[in-house]
């Protein structure tokens, strides 16, 4: 995994005062590493724009002129006034080399986009918005340098943002790349080193970013094994029994060595799967709350108090009830509008789900911060996980994934890994990460996903 920051200025600094390292040092390791990704990934492009703002975001662009300059036609687009000192500093080093300076965007074969960075602090007036307008409706290969412009601190977008292919961002990575409205603009992320290595440039962080090997499967290690050695899970299903059997199925296929679907009604299941109207004694998780619908509340609340792991979603938090198992040792998977009842229900905040979706690292810390026992999956195109201090974000899921059906999953998976043994922390990880590369795996096309689809790329993984 890697460590993600909520702000960079304090690491900058850092480097100038720990490692005496300069400003324009700094700056230097910036544009030359996007240089050397221009160099090493497109060296056949003939034309390079790069559009500056005033302060140090573009500074680094007319470095990166510099840079590039005779090796690519490169034209530089002044958006404003060079303002910061190093923005003059830089300014001065292109005009000795008369590095052409344009007064009209075009359509070169790369654009980059050094308008603003960390510094936006404000909302983006008539003139910029319609400058990002204008590039965004270009079909040049676009970079974002440190973060696309428009951006602001908190990840949210006020009017429009550059839509980059690739942003190459400064030092570390930052918490405003990973909220849900980002994943639009920011492509694929790659991080530079400002001068020393990332090791060196970054200090302790609570919030990471998980990467594919933290995916830890679960593979059978023990030889003298029966089907008792790999758990039981109970699916509660109610009125919308899919739900519940989909999760089964789900659980199952990802290695549980029993599940059972709960339900007072018979149902007609698939032949692995086995039924019984209450929970089974020798269970080892339950998962519930996945298309529960209206149930008798002292039974719920029975099985809530059953002294297994479990992971509770969907309505039950609606429902009152779920207030009183918070300070257990609990899953809880959330989709925004869910967690915004959950919120509500535990009066943290009465909020709308727009305002969480622009808020996602506030609201899940601040949850994290009253109930540290639980363990929080939010659901979004960036799901955030949050146990106590710690947060971890999954980005590899995608628009494939947006199905009835792919949450029912997502609990199954997360069911089945407690039923096994996992920790509550560990099986929401590795289920998490287990959804999305399952999800990315799949290469029909993305819109097609059914939740049989999902589960056969999880027999896969
Ligand atoms: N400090 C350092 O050591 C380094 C800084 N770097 C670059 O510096 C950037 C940060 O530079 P700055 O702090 O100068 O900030 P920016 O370059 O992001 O922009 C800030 C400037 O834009 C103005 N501004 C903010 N919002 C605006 C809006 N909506 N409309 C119009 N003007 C607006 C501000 O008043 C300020 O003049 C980073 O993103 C990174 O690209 C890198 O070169 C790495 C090293
Ligand atoms: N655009 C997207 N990008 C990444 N993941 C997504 C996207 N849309 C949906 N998902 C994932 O799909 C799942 C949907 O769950 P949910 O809304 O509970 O569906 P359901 O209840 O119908 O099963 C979540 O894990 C969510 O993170
Ligand atoms: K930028």
């Known amino acids: 995994m890697q460590k993600i920051f909520d702000e960079v200025n304090s690491l900058d600094k850092r480097c100038y005062e720990k490692f005496l390292l300069s400003e324009d040092l700094?700056?230097?390791?910036?544009?030359?590493?996007?240089a050397s990704y221009i160099r090493e990934n497109h060296s056949s492009c003939k034309s390079i724009?790069?559009?500056?703002?005033?302060?140090?975001?573009?500074?680094?662009?007319?470095?990166?002129?510099?840079?590039?300059h005779k090796k690519f036609d490169v034209k530089l687009y002044l958006a404003s006034n060079p303002k910061s000192s190093m923005t003059q500093l830089q300014f001065q080093r292109v005009e000795a080399l008369k590095i052409e300076i344009i007064n009209e965007l075009f359509e070169a074969d790369i654009i980059v986009d050094c308008l603003f960075g960390t510094g936006l602090n404000k909302p983006l007036d008539e003139k910029s918005t319609n400058l990002i307008n204008t590039l965004n409706s270009y079909n040049s290969f676009k970079i974002a340098c440190d973060i696309p412009s428009g951006i602001n601190n908190l990840g949210q977008v006020q009017s429009v943002a550059f839509e980059a292919d690739i942003t190459i961002t400064m030092g570390a990575l930052k918490t405003s790349l990973f909220s849900d409205v980002s994943k639009d603009y920011v492509g694929k992320i790659i991080v530079a080193d400002l001068g020393v290595e990332r090791?060196?440039?970054?200090?302790?962080?609570n919030k990471f970013l998980l990467d594919e090997s933290d995916m830890n499967l679960p593979f059978r290690n023990k030889k003298n094994s029966h089907k008792g050695s790999f758990g039981h899970l109970n699916v509660v299903a109610g009125c919308k029994k899919g739900a519940g059997i989909i999760a089964a199925n789900a659980a199952f296929n990802f290695g549980s060595g029993l599940v059972s679907v709960v339900c007072h009604e018979n149902l007609d299941l698939p032949y692995h799967l086995m039924q019984t109207h209450f929970i089974s004694e020798n269970c080892t998780a339950i998962a519930i709350g996945m298309g529960l619908g209206k149930y008798e509340t002292d039974e719920i609340r029975k099985i809530l108090n059953k002294n297994v792991s479990k992971i509770i979603d969907a309505d039950l938090f609606y429902d009152e009830l779920i207030c009183e198992v918070l300070n257990q040792e609990i899953v809880l998977t959330p989709h925004p509008k869910e967690f915004c009842s959950l919120l509500k229900l535990c009066k943290i905040a009465d909020i709308k789900v727009e305002e969480l979706q622009n808020n996602r690292f506030l609201y899940v810390p601040m949850f994290s911060k009253k109930y540290p026992k639980v363990t929080l999956l939010l659901k979004g195109a960036n799901v955030i996980i949050s146990k106590n201090e710690k947060l971890f974000v999954n980005s590899?899921?995608?628009?494939?994934?947006?199905?009835?059906?792919?949450?029912?999953?997502?609990?199954?998976?997360i069911g089945s890994l407690l039923a096994q043994g996992y920790d509550c922390l560990d099986s929401v990880i590795t289920a998490s990460l287990a959804h999305t590369m399952a999800a990315k795996n799949y290469d029909k096309n993305n819109y097609s996903l059914l939740p049989t689809d999902l589960i056969e790329e999880i027999r896969k993984l």
């Open 26 to 34: 700094l700056m230097e390791h910036a544009a030359s590493s996007i």
């Open 396 to 413: 590899f899921g995608s628009a494939v994934l947006s199905k009835g059906g792919s949450g029912d999953v997502l609990s199954g998976l």
């Open 49 to 68: 724009l790069i559009v500056c703002g005033s302060g140090n975001n573009g500074a680094d662009g007319i470095t990166l002129a510099r840079l590039l």
């Open 199 to 205: 090791e060196v440039y970054e200090v302790e962080s």
